[in-house]
């Protein structure tokens, strides 16, 4: 699958993620792309079972639109529910979040080029792999790192501390300083966003 057709499948299933469902034409105000490309993207996301239509209510005038949401089996509910009592029993202090920062940091990009562009490159990347819908654009303070989707929103929800470790992965992955602009859990916003301090 090229880049482009795995970017706009991403944000689908992000948007998808953030509502109980959507139908196409929903889609396609949402992410501003034409219906006859949504139908591409979802047909792609239902052959690799990762989406499902729902059946369309009975009882309703006319013909109702296809409606599509996230696939049960695409989340691993067993895991966010030990998750979630892991983090509830177990005190972690700001030693933990930084060893576990370095950690995955280590995972998603494991040899980092030098140059600082190359690097905030790599990590985008990186944070893709792992579901982020992450990108980074300059602006006049410098770097900022948006996060569209949040693939741990389940268990963010009840222990914010994730954000946390999220803003720590880039300071460890860029060596930078990081300033939490808002977050998709904190601040009910569509994205996160890291401003890079340079």
Request: proline content about 5%.
């Amino acid at each position: 699958m090229d880049t482009m057709n795995k970017s706009t499948e991403d944000e689908i299933l992000a948007t998808l993620a953030q509502q109980d469902s959507m139908s196409v034409l929903e889609l396609s105000e949402s992410l501003n792309l034409t219906k006859a490309d949504i139908r591409y993207h979802i047909n792609k996301l239902l052959e690799n079972s990762i989406i499902q239509k729902i059946p369309p209510e009975t009882g309703i005038r006319g013909r109702p639109a296809i409606r599509y949401k996230v696939a049960n089996s695409y989340f691993s509910h067993n895991l966010v529910a030990l998750l979630n009592a892991l983090l509830s029993t177990i005190p972690i202090n700001d030693d933990d979040i930084w060893k576990i920062a370095e950690y995955y940091s280590s995972l998603i990009t494991p040899e980092f080029p030098q140059s600082h562009i190359s690097k905030l490159n790599a990590l985008i990347i990186g944070l893709n792999k792992q579901n982020y819908s992450a990108r980074w654009e300059t602006q006049f303070k410098g770097p900022v790192i948006f996060f569209s989707n949040c693939p741990y929103r389940q268990i963010a929800l009840n222990h914010p501390i994730i954000c946390e470790l999220d803003k720590q992965v880039i300071e460890v992955s860029l060596n930078k300083k990081i300033s939490v602009i808002n977050t998709i859990v904190l601040n009910d916003t569509k994205n996160c966003k890291f401003q890079i301090l340079i």
